[in-house]
């Protein structure tokens, strides 16, 4: 396989990723404020923060506010990481690596383009957002059906994998990242109307609100919730999922060409971390610390498999 | 602008009846209910659109993906027909790449005289990195692509030559999965020649070209310039129905001798590379300089018999609209034989009793560069205002050599579907034939395409031209 293709199809689906992570952000954003007694629109804030583009609505408008801060989140051409943005980046690597992925697949991400083209050429009311968000939904999960069913499991299918857990990895660890005071044991008046709402958002992003509740029989804490999207191997959007993933198809990669790069060595060590570690270790050591490193370690970690697998030259 | 009903209608009579290819369709359609159909017809675009079966227009964004519209109305030729038509484009074929190789080398037909030596000396599409240079296999022309048009029952034309990097080919294939997906009882009723098989034989001949040190398996790969070509998506389909690699320049470079492609475990050599970049971009140590598309050194290995080029470099002079002229007498200088496809009559601008002919007609005559391509730069004599004339003839005299007049051909119609029923359109047909060294191959049918509004004669897809599906009959 090309160099150029691999990068195509990790990009492809780092953008897949991340609009359906986007879409979640914004449910969970939406549903909060719909929640909540007093109007004000600071989770947007918090919401932009951690789709990591504040900093770009902020040089564009002055002020938070809710329809503005949907709209620049679902379809503002500006914002490299909105709903639409992502969708068409995903699509442009598409068409770069369509000769590596079925035509199923490409059908569906082509398909997906043009629906969201048409529904999101106009601000979206926010009558219609459950619904828009819904079709994005259902969207992506037509394009992994389509992966799933139609794909040869070679390394093509492993570079995909690496794109979907690499950004899958970084935007729950982002999550955490923002909301990490929140979870604190120190800071967190435990059981206050506030927290609730914080944690909720926090499942929410993750769309991990039925399965904890499930795991934990309605128990709600902080502590809980980290272990829960740090540790838990079952939550299928947890890091230690995530990188499971990232070490399973680099392993894959590794049988397959015979060769083990610095990435290899450089997954073992994040994967250990989670592996042998324990949620009372990373509050001891500072849950804040421990999720900067593992985003230091994860943006290392892409780079070092662009350069491993020649992506660019 | 015409009047269609002088022209000869490839599927009706003028005695109200249809041709004998059309019993069958003709007795289906008059079976089906008008709005089906027309929603048929959408159903057509939509799957196009899915499909990503666009084209990229220059000069406008990249959201610009234009489709090339559609005709659910197939063009239909006899099997007897058909095979009439091939024998006279392989004979064409086979005295093209014998032109190539004598050009590059003893030059024969220049000193028999037959064709004039300051067309080719002064002719930019004659290269001279390829003189004295045999490529592998000897073929020169690998995928060629030769327009026709017709005016009656026994009358076909060859209207140009495609011997550089003929392209419309995925359209023939995705036009023919479209009407399959969409009226696969006709297909049952009709027996129709399969064109499925291009990319198949597309690869073996690709392969049976290949350099003769090569390996037993050949690496083929498809260079494009990129995403942002305008063919970029036929690109990137022959490539997958092939299933060889789709590279772009700054995937390759020159390693040991071979040109290699950068893959995810290194650098790997490839023996047969189908370019979809023009000669002037593919190397730019040996042609432009400033071409980002190509790989540097290319010409190098393949004049070292390290790679094989197809089509080969220099192919150009083959098809330029000057040399045209004399393919009646190409073809029988090196065949032996009278060429069994005619040549359209044509003037050349260049030799002063032409010019005076020419501008003493120009309102019947239609007038093409000799270099242009894609119907830009042309003028419809019959369809032109006064002015456009005028202005035209100002250009034709400041530089007659760069012009070559044609009589207006009463091209032949076949039905299109509109709003009111059938409604007859002008149409050509680009057939698609392959040469390896060992056999030539002619996909059965090939791209017709359509001008779309009443009259024009015009079917460039960039000036509102559309495509059918071409059924060759089984005998």
Excluded at chain 1, 67 to 76: H, M, P, Q
Excluded at chain 2, 73 to 92: A, F, K, M, N
Excluded at chain 2, 265 to 278: A, F, K, N, S, T
Aim: with cysteine; charged share 25%.
């Amino acid at each position: 396989m090309l160099g150029k293709t691999a990068g195509g199809l990790f990009w492809m689906f780092r953008y897949l990723e991340r609009s359906e992570n986007t879409a979640r952000l914004i449910e969970a954003g939406f549903r909060i404020a719909l929640t909540r007694a007093d109007g004000d629109d600071d989770e947007w804030t918090s919401v932009l923060q951690t789709a990591a583009v504040a900093h770009l609505y902020f040089q564009k408008y002055e002020q938070i506010e809710a329809a503005r801060a949907i709209d620049f989140l679902l379809r503002d051409a500006t914002n490299p990481s909105s709903v639409m943005s992502a969708i068409a980046a995903a699509r442009q690597n598409a068409r770069l690596v369509r000769t590596a992925i079925t035509r199923e697949v490409w059908e569906a991400v082509n398909d997906t383009y043009m629906i969201l083209k048409q529904t999101l050429a106009r601000p979206v009311s926010a009558r219609d957002l459950p619904e828009v968000l819904a079709l994005i939904r259902q969207q992506s999960a037509l394009v992994r059906g389509a992966m799933h069913g139609t794909m040869l499991r070679n390394d093509i299918f492993d570079f995909c994998r690496l794109g979907t857990f690499l950004e899958r990895a970084d935007n729950t660890a982002r999550i955490l990242d923002v909301k990490y005071y929140v979870l604190l044991p120190s800071i967190s008046q435990i059981g206050s109307s506030l927290d609730n709402v914080q944690w909720e958002t926090i499942l929410r992003s993750v769309a991990g609100m039925r399965a904890y509740r499930w795991i934990n029989q309605g128990e709600t804490n902080p502590k809980g919730i980290a272990d829960f999207l740090i540790f838990d191997g079952r939550m299928p959007r947890s890091l230690a999922f995530s990188v499971g993933k990232i070490a399973t198809n680099l392993g894959y990669l590794d049988r397959a060409y015979g060769l083990r790069h610095p990435s290899h060595d450089q997954i073992d060590v994040i994967s250990a971390r989670l592996t042998h570690g324990t949620i009372d270790r990373v509050f001891e050591d500072g849950l804040h610390e421990f999720i900067t490193d593992f985003l230091a370690d994860i943006a290392r970690l892409g780079q070092q498999i662009e350069t491993d697998y020649r992506f660019l030259g | 602008m015409s009047d269609t009903s002088r022209f000869f209608d490839e599927m009706s009579r003028a005695d109200g009846g249809h041709r004998p290819p059309y019993d069958a369709y003709s007795a289906w359609f008059h079976g089906e209910d008008l709005r089906d159909l027309r929603k048929k017809s959408e159903d057509a675009e939509r799957f196009f659109r899915r499909t990503g079966i666009t084209f990229n227009v220059y000069g406008q964004a990249e959201a610009d993906e234009r489709l090339i519209p559609f005709d659910i109305v197939p063009r239909i030729i006899s099997g007897r027909e058909w095979s009439r038509l091939t024998r006279g484009i392989e004979q064409r074929v086979r005295a093209i790449n014998a032109f190539l190789h004598d050009i590059y080398h003893r030059q024969e037909i220049l000193r028999a005289g037959r064709v004039p030596v300051e067309l080719i000396a002064r002719n930019d599409a004659f290269l001279p990195q390829m003189i004295g240079m045999s490529p592998p296999g000897g073929v020169y022309t690998h995928i060629v692509g030769v327009d026709l048009v017709r005016t009656g029952e026994d009358d076909f034309y060859v209207l140009e030559d495609n011997a550089r990097t003929p392209s419309g080919v995925s359209y023939m294939l995705e036009n023919r999965e479209t009407m399959l997906q969409m009226f696969p009882e006709l297909f049952t009723r009709i027996k129709v020649q399969p064109v499925q098989d291009y990319p198949v034989n597309l690869h073996r001949s690709l392969a049976a070209s290949a350099p003769a040190n090569c390996s037993d398996h050949c690496t083929v790969a498809v260079l494009t310039p990129g995403i942002h070509n305008s063919a970029y998506f036929e690109h990137a389909f022959l490539a997958d129905q092939m299933g060889v690699e789709l590279v772009e320049g700054h995937d390759l470079r020159i390693v040991g001798g071979k040109v290699q492609m950068r893959t995810t475990q290194g650098y790997r050599p490839i023996d047969v590379l189908y370019r979809r970049v023009d000669d002037d971009f593919l190397d730019p140590m040996n042609f432009r300089p400033d071409s980002m598309l190509g790989v540097p050194g290319v010409m190098d290995v393949y004049r070292a018999g390290g790679i094989t080029i197809a089509n080969a470099p220099g192919t150009g002079i083959a098809d330029d609209k000057a040399i045209y002229s004399y393919m009646p007498d190409i073809v029988e200088f090196y065949t032996g034989e009278k060429a069994i496809l005619q040549n359209v009559p044509t003037w050349r601008c260049g030799e002063a009793d032409a010019l005076a002919y020419v501008l003493d007609h120009l309102s019947e005559l239609v007038v093409k560069e000799v270099h242009g391509s894609g119907g830009y730069g042309m003028l419809v004599g019959p369809a032109a205002s006064k002015k456009e004339l005028a202005a035209f003839r100002t250009k034709l005299m400041a530089k007659p050599a760069n012009y070559i007049a044609q009589p207006t051909l009463a091209l032949s119609t076949v039905p299109i579907l509109t709003k009111a029923g059938l409604a007859p359109r002008h149409v050509d047909l680009r057939p698609f034939v392959l040469v390896a060294p060992d056999r030539i191959t002619i996909t059965p049918g090939g791209l017709t395409r359509v001008a779309l509004k009443k009259g024009s004669l015009v079917v460039n897809s960039s000036q509102g031209g559309g495509t059918k599906d071409t059924w060759v009959l089984e005998e």
